[in-house]
């Protein structure tokens, strides 16, 4: 299944979806039952792990909707400056 993109002229943008190559042109709008035409967007096509997507995602939405902090973590998940190095690490020279 694909998502395709449609816009109604009263709602706006909302998303649909159907095996590809099965689009049709026109759809109706699920708020308001009026025609809404297809558009064309650039495919979602990534080879980032899940994980980076999610980060990517999650700084671009705080650019427009900030998370608002109230209070400091709590002190036990908290890591050390140093924290655990790995096999590679451990071999380098230390200052």
């Known amino acids: 299944m694909a ?3 449609y816009v109604c002229d009263d709602d706006g943008p909302f998303e649909a979806s159907s ?3 099965t689009a049709a042109p026109r759809r109706s709008c699920p708020a308001c039952s009026g025609e ?3 558009v064309f967007t650039a495919p979602m ?5 899940r994980p980076a997507v999610a980060a990517i995602e999650r ?4 650019a427009h909707e900030p998370e608002v902090v109230t209070s ?3 002190a036990g998940r908290r ?3 140093g924290g655990q190095l790995s ?3 451990r071999r380098l020279p230390r200052p």
């Open 72 to 74: 400091l973590p709590p």
């Open 59 to 62: 700084a671009e939405r705080s």
């Open 79 to 81: 890591r050390p400056a």
């Open 45 to 49: 096509l990534s080879r980032a792990s």
């Open 36 to 38: 809404a035409r297809r």
């Open 19 to 21: 095996p590809i190559g």
């Open 3 to 5: 998502l395709y993109q």
């Open 87 to 89: 096999p590679a690490q």
